[in-house]
C-alpha cells in the first residue's frame, strides 16, 4: 500500500512539472554538467535539424556548461534539439540559451542539493515559468 502511495506521489509530482531538466556528471568526483532541457511528455515534435551555426554566440557557454560525457559536444547537442529542443517552441539559440539560464540558475540556487550525491543523473523538475516544482 505505501509503494502505491509513494508512485502516486511521484506521477502528481512529475505531471505538475512543464519541464525536466537532466543534469549529468561524467564521474561522482565532478560538479554537474547539462544534460537537457524536456518538456514534459513530448519528443521529436519536428523534424527541424539542428544547426551549430546558430549557437555560435554562445558556444563557449555551451563547450563549458553542456558538454557530452561520452562523444561529440555537436552531436549530443543535435541529439536534445531533435529529441526534446523541437517540442518547446523555441528557436535554437533560445533553446539552449534558456537551458543555460536555467543551469545557472539551478547553481546559484544550490538546487542540486536535491540530487543524489551518489548518483550521475540528476532530473529537477520546473512549472512553464521557470520556478522548481516541491512536493
Not at 506521489?9 to 561524467?26: A, D, P
Not at 563547450?63 to 547537442?77: A, I, P, V
Request: hydrophobic share 35%; net charge negative; aromatic share 18%.
Amino acid at each position: 500500500m505505501l509503494l502505491i502511495a509513494l508512485i502516486l506521489l511521484i506521477v502528481e509530482y512529475v505531471e505538475s512539472s512543464y519541464y525536466t531538466f537532466g543534469l549529468t556528471r561524467c564521474d561522482l568526483d565532478h560538479s554537474f554538467t547539462i544534460h537537457g532541457l524536456w518538456p514534459n511528455q513530448k519528443e521529436f515534435c519536428s523534424e527541424e535539424k539542428f544547426d551549430v551555426k546558430n549557437i555560435e554566440p554562445i558556444i563557449d557557454k555551451m563547450e563549458l556548461n553542456w558538454f557530452s560525457c561520452y562523444g561529440n559536444d555537436t552531436e549530443f547537442w543535435d541529439h536534445e534539439w531533435s529529441k526534446h529542443g523541437t517540442c518547446t517552441n523555441f528557436t535554437q539559440i533560445n533553446y539552449f540559451n534558456k537551458s543555460l539560464w536555467l543551469y545557472d540558475k539551478i547553481i546559484i540556487n544550490n538546487y542540486t542539493h536535491f540530487c543524489n550525491a551518489k548518483e550521475k543523473e540528476c532530473e529537477l523538475y520546473f512549472d512553464k515559468n521557470y520556478n522548481i516544482v516541491k512536493s
